[in-house]
């Protein structure tokens, strides 16, 4: 026994348990560290590789926008090219819509002006119309030029076809 007293406190337990019916749980307590190791170190390799995918994710992202960021003389060359035909084709449409308000406006001052012209018109025809006297004409007639009414022999009357016009299709001959 007093061996086992100086004997580090380590040993004499690992003899107790040793030689006593603990040494199941032991084993037990012993395999079951082994499964949380086992299970600790599966995680951190998956965690590793959850972390290297990520890091190429990463890595892939950035060469991508690095490239993207690299304009080569190509794609210069086509972006000014669709700015040139877009810039020419709404100019075009500029021109196009400033000509047709020009003519509008136009158009509104033809109309005004041809209104204007013929309410010109009709008041010249109603001046015309109110300046013209017929009794005075019919009295010049009889008295200063000589005119007289017809008499009944001297009127004939003819009848006019409903066809007030021809079309000729030769030429006349002659008599």
Same mark, same amino acid.
């Given at each position: =026994? ?10 004499? +337990? ?8 603990? @040494? ?16 600790? #170190? ?13 890091? *190429? ?12 960021? $690299?304009?080569?003389?190509?794609? %210069? ?6 700015? +040139? %035909?877009?810039? %020419? #084709?709404?100019? &075009? ?9 020009? &003519?509008?406006?136009? %158009? +509104? ?8 012209? @013929? ?5 010249? $025809? ?5 300046? #013209?006297?017929?009794? =005075?004409?019919? *009295? ?19 009848? #006019?076809? +409903?066809?007030?016009?021809?079309? $000729? ?7």
């Amino acid at each position: =026994m007093r061996q086992q007293e100086n004997r580090p406190y380590d040993e004499k +337990t690992e003899r107790y348990i040793d030689g006593n019916t603990v @040494k199941r749980l032991h084993e037990e307590n012993r395999r079951r560290s082994e499964q949380i190791h086992e299970e600790y #170190v599966r995680k951190q390799e998956q965690e590793e590789k959850r972390r290297e995918r990520q890091k *190429k994710a990463r890595d892939a992202a950035r060469r991508n926008q690095e490239l993207s960021l $690299q304009m080569n003389l190509g794609y %210069v060359l086509f972006l000014v090219f669709a700015m +040139t %035909v877009l810039a %020419v #084709v709404f100019g &075009c449409y500029l021109y196009l819509q400033s000509e047709l308000n020009g &003519c509008i406006k136009q %158009v +509104t001052a033809l109309e005004t002006e041809a209104l204007n012209l @013929k309410n010109d018109n009709d008041a010249l $025809q109603k001046k015309i119309n109110a300046s #013209v006297d017929l009794d =005075m004409i019919r *009295k010049k007639a009889i008295e200063q030029l000589g005119m007289i009414y017809p008499k009944e022999k001297q009127i004939e009357y003819f009848d #006019v076809e +409903t066809n007030d016009y021809m079309n $000729q299709y030769e030429e006349i001959p002659e008599r």
